[in-house]
C-alpha cells in the first residue's frame, strides 16, 4: 500500500472519529505549547507515518 493511499484510509477513519471523540469526551483545556506555537500534524498525518515506518522495516 502506498503512503498516499495509506493516508486516505486513515484520515477516512479519523474524520467520524473526531466528531465522536467530541461528543463523547468532556472537553478539557488545551495546555499552552512550551515553543509558543500550536502543534501543526494532525493526528491522521501522526498515524499514517508512524504505520508506514512499521511496514518500512526499518529499525530493530
Known amino acids: 500500500m502506498d503512503i498516499i ?10 474524520l467520524p472519529y473526531e466528531k465522536w471523540k467530541v461528543m463523547q469526551c468532556v472537553p478539557k483545556e488545551t495546555p499552552v505549547e512550551p515553543r509558543g506555537h500550536p502543534r501543526q500534524l494532525p493526528p491522521s498525518e501522526v498515524m499514517a507515518i508512524l504505520i508506514a515506518f512499521h511496514q518500512s522495516g526499518i529499525g530493530p
Open 5 to 14: 493511499a495509506l493516508f486516505c484510509e486513515i484520515h477516512d477513519f479519523f
